[in-house]
């Protein structure tokens, strides 16, 4: 029943996928069903950019549900608010029930049961600030649907719209995962399924994006520099604070859920950018920041799904996501390792995959911030570069951690070694998934300039990319210019032409095999290896302004000399910054006021219809 299950929703995602790449191309309609849905009716609407996230979650959704097979959204539509919010709490109640559906069938249920608990408490903060947001713009205007309101914005002044995309940004930033409203991601990740964490990071985060594009370049249109700026500045935190606390956790798949805070950080950091050039009349720029930014979207979801599926499938053949008990899976689960390190050199940039294209991309639009004539801005745009910099930097040494200490070397526990590959079915989603990875690099001159068709409908200017020869993607005329398949070419000659050159001089090597030098110890051993704390421990000292570190050494001596030592534990757990200096002093905040506010539970009937007499009043006084 769960196979049946599984295969009708990868069909229905093939139709939404399908539905939505005709929406790209312009194939545009309206459906509004008036007595379906209380004030205001169903509205569902189809432009190019509801059509690039309809196909994004239809794309996602059926690589998860094939892995899902051997493993045991309707938002973007919306044209007004109550569909936009139905559908919105749908969503989020779905990956709620979801993570606590892991939570049920993990080994760490407490736990787990804390993270869908926090993600229901975020979720549904963020569901208020962003109805708030929505409420406030409704009353302004005088109707609910999105069409009146980016007519009406104009109209407003710079305070109300400024007052209703901070609202909106916090609810739709709570989604997406950004530095401060990021706590839920690293929870929920590692409690749900595999295949529900590469919908969750692949998709419905990016939800939080298309939300916030459509408040900042459609409902509130013209945009204001100081949004662009405070965008720009949240991503480039969210990015490195994503990172760095990536690079030093050893569960492999909150370490991709913290991977997916940097990701959503470099997004924020291109939207950022479109907002800031929208906003100083320099549109060409702001269409080349918003198609990186969309590529980066697109991107994300493909890798962050590989990189979880893959998680999930050394999950699945070992039983633990604690990186401190894997090691020598490469021998054990080739597939899985295989489909690993593409995902892992697609999310650290590195070429010639996907992951590398839209960074570059988007380092060209920000380098081109000279052009702005506000000093302010420029060095808003030279704190963004740093960032993103260094955050890219940072993701290359992690996943050389992920990768190295999880598929390499030899076992470090019996889990690791008795494991066992991947079922077809998820070697064949996690192979598409690859496959689509290397599609988006070596295709990217076809994708950007129709993700920058995409984008002009939020910016019109002409397009800021155009087509060269050798297939060469050339951004904002001749200021700089990549060509993905020479890059290829030159990267595979460059590993296949001493192996050509030696076969061509006949030269027939006698390698002799022999155990690894390990110090004049007789065979080598998993004890001898670096550990996931051994190889962040460099980085920890490095950034222990911000990660805080608490050491604790202990070590086991021999009672009949001290240099024998029989055992050495050795942990630097980490603290959260976020956590100790915003959320738990809110939350000791709100635990004092509701033991005052429990008085009012007196027990007494009488009471309590004193208080409905006295709300009935206030209402009929207002109204």
């Given at each position: 029943?769960?196979?049946?299950?599984?295969?009708?929703?990868?069909?229905?995602?093939?139709?939404?996928?399908?539905?939505?790449?005709?929406?790209?191309?312009?194939?545009?309609?309206?459906?509004?069903?008036?007595?379906?849905?209380?004030?205001?009716?169903?509205?569902?609407?189809?432009?190019?950019?509801?059509?690039?996230?309809?196909?994004?979650?239809?794309?996602?959704?059926?690589?998860?549900?094939?892995y899902a097979i051997g493993y045991t959204g309707r938002v973007p539509l919306a044209a007004n608010v109550m569909t936009f919010a139905l559908a919105w709490e749908l969503m989020s109640l779905a990956s709620y029930v979801l993570v606590l559906d892991g939570a049920r069938a993990g080994r760490e249920p407490a736990a787990s049961a804390h993270a869908g608990w926090v993600y229901a408490v975020m979720t549904h903060a963020g569901l208020a600030c962003m109805l708030a947001g929505m409420l406030l713009l409704t009353a302004w205007t005088g109707s609910a649907r999105f069409a009146d309101w980016t007519a009406a914005a104009p109209a407003l002044g710079a305070g109300a719209r400024s007052l209703a995309w901070a609202l909106l940004?916090?609810?739709?930033?709570?989604?997406?995962?950004?530095?401060?409203?990021?706590?839920?991601?690293?929870?929920?990740?590692?409690?749900?399924?595999?295949?529900?964490?590469?919908?969750?990071?692949?998709?419905?985060?990016?939800?939080?994006?298309?939300?916030?594009?459509?408040?900042?370049?459609?409902?509130?249109?013209?945009?204001?520099?100081?949004?662009?700026?405070?965008?720009?500045?949240?991503?480039?935190?969210?990015?490195?604070?994503?990172?760095?606390?990536?690079?030093?956790?050893?569960?492999?798949?909150?370490?991709?859920?913290?991977?997916?805070?940097?990701?959503?950080?470099?997004?924020?950091?291109?939207?950022?950018?479109?907002?800031?050039?929208?906003?100083?009349?320099?549109?060409?720029?702001?269409?080349?920041?918003?198609?990186?930014?969309?590529?980066?979207?697109?991107?994300?979801?493909?890798?962050?799904?590989?990189?979880?599926?893959?998680?999930?499938?050394?999950?699945?053949?070992?039983?633990?996501?604690?990186?401190?008990?894997?090691?020598?899976?490469?021998?054990?689960?080739?597939?899985?390792?295989?489909?690993?390190?593409?995902?892992?050199?697609?999310?650290?940039?590195?070429?010639?995959?996907?992951?590398?294209?839209?960074?570059?991309?988007?380092?060209?639009?920000?380098?081109?911030?000279?052009?702005?004539?506000?000093?302010?801005?420029?060095?808003?745009?030279?704190?963004?570069?740093?960032?993103?910099?260094?955050?890219?930097?940072?993701?290359?040494?992690?996943?050389?951690?992920?990768?190295?200490?999880?598929?390499?070397?030899?076992?470090?526990?019996?889990?690791?070694?008795?494991?066992?590959?991947?079922?077809?079915?998820?070697?064949?989603?996690?192979?598409?998934?690859?496959?689509?990875?290397?599609?988006?690099?070596?295709?990217?001159?076809?994708?950007?300039?129709?993700?920058?068709?995409?984008?002009?409908?939020?910016?019109?200017?002409?397009?800021?990319?155009?087509?060269?020869?050798?297939?060469?993607?050339?951004?904002?005329?001749?200021?700089?210019?990549?060509?993905?398949?020479?890059?290829?070419?030159?990267?595979?000659?460059?590993?296949?032409?001493?192996?050509?050159?030696?076969?061509?001089?006949?030269?027939?090597?006698?390698?002799?095999?022999?155990?690894?030098?390990?110090?004049?110890?007789?065979?080598?051993?998993?004890?001898?290896?670096?550990?996931?704390?051994?190889?962040?421990?460099?980085?920890?000292?490095?950034?222990?302004?911000?990660?805080?570190?608490?050491?604790?050494?202990?070590?086991?001596?021999?009672?009949?000399?001290?240099?024998?030592?029989?055992?050495?534990?050795?942990?630097?757990?980490?603290?959260?910054?976020?956590?100790?200096?915003?959320?738990?002093?809110?939350?000791?905040?709100?635990?004092?006021?509701?033991?005052?506010?429990?008085?009012?539970?007196?027990?007494?009937?009488?009471?309590?219809?004193?208080?409905?007499?006295?709300?009935?009043?206030?209402?009929?006084?207002?109204?």
């Amino acid at each position: 029943m769960a196979a049946l299950v599984y295969t009708l929703t990868a069909l229905l995602g093939a139709a939404a996928a399908a539905t939505g790449v005709a929406g790209m191309l312009g194939a545009s309609w309206a459906v509004d069903v008036d007595w379906l849905v209380p004030l205001g009716g169903l509205a569902l609407e189809m432009d190019a950019l509801a059509g690039l996230f309809v196909a994004l979650v239809g794309a996602t959704a059926v690589p998860a549900s094939l892995y899902a097979i051997g493993y045991t959204g309707r938002v973007p539509l919306a044209a007004n608010v109550m569909t936009f919010a139905l559908a919105w709490e749908l969503m989020s109640l779905a990956s709620y029930v979801l993570v606590l559906d892991g939570a049920r069938a993990g080994r760490e249920p407490a736990a787990s049961a804390h993270a869908g608990w926090v993600y229901a408490v975020m979720t549904h903060a963020g569901l208020a600030c962003m109805l708030a947001g929505m409420l406030l713009l409704t009353a302004w205007t005088g109707s609910a649907r999105f069409a009146d309101w980016t007519a009406a914005a104009p109209a407003l002044g710079a305070g109300a719209r400024s007052l209703a995309w901070a609202l909106l940004a916090l609810g739709f930033g709570a989604k997406a995962g950004g530095v401060p409203l990021h706590v839920w991601l690293p929870l929920a990740h590692p409690a749900a399924p595999s295949h529900v964490s590469a919908l969750m990071s692949g998709v419905m985060i990016k939800l939080g994006i298309y939300g916030l594009l459509r408040a900042s370049f459609v409902w509130l249109a013209p945009a204001l520099p100081w949004w662009g700026a405070t965008l720009l500045l949240v991503g480039a935190i969210s990015a490195v604070a994503g990172v760095l606390y990536a690079i030093v956790d050893r569960d492999l798949k909150r370490l991709l859920a913290f991977s997916s805070i940097e990701n959503v950080g470099i997004v924020l950091v291109g939207t950022g950018a479109a907002l800031t050039f929208a906003a100083t009349s320099m549109a060409g720029l702001a269409l080349l920041a918003l198609a990186a930014a969309l590529y980066h979207v697109v991107n994300h979801a493909a890798f962050k799904s590989l990189l979880f599926m893959a998680a999930g499938g050394v999950l699945h053949g070992t039983g633990t996501r604690d990186m401190e008990a894997l090691g020598g899976l490469i021998k054990r689960q080739p597939w899985t390792a295989a489909c690993f390190l593409v995902g892992a050199v697609a999310i650290a940039g590195l070429p010639p995959l996907n992951g590398f294209v839209s960074e570059w991309l988007m380092f060209q639009a920000l380098l081109q911030n000279v052009l702005l004539p506000q000093p302010s801005l420029n060095l808003v745009f030279a704190l963004a570069i740093a960032g993103l910099a260094l955050a890219a930097g940072l993701a290359v040494a992690c996943f050389v951690k992920a990768f190295g200490i999880t598929f390499l070397a030899l076992p470090r526990s019996d889990a690791a070694a008795a494991a066992h590959e991947a079922p077809v079915t998820m070697r064949v989603a996690m192979v598409a998934t690859a496959v689509a990875c290397a599609a988006l690099a070596l295709g990217a001159s076809s994708i950007v300039p129709a993700l920058a068709v995409v984008a002009a409908t939020l910016v019109p200017a002409p397009p800021p990319v155009t087509l060269g020869a050798w297939l060469t993607l050339e951004v904002s005329g001749e200021f700089a210019s990549l060509s993905m398949p020479a890059v290829a070419l030159a990267l595979a000659g460059g590993i296949l032409l001493p192996v050509l050159l030696l076969a061509v001089a006949r030269v027939r090597p006698r390698p002799r095999r022999y155990e690894t030098w390990a110090c004049g110890r007789v065979l080598q051993t998993a004890r001898m290896e670096y550990t996931a704390t051994a190889f962040a421990d460099p980085f920890t000292r490095v950034f222990d302004f911000f990660y805080r570190p608490v050491k604790r050494l202990d070590i086991d001596r021999h009672p009949e000399s001290r240099f024998f030592v029989r055992r050495i534990r050795y942990e630097n757990p980490t603290r959260f910054i976020v956590d100790e200096w915003l959320y738990r002093p809110v939350g000791r905040l709100l635990r004092a006021a509701a033991r005052r506010v429990a008085v009012v539970q007196s027990g007494s009937p009488n009471l309590y219809l004193a208080y409905v007499l006295a709300a009935l009043l206030l209402l009929l006084l207002v109204a």
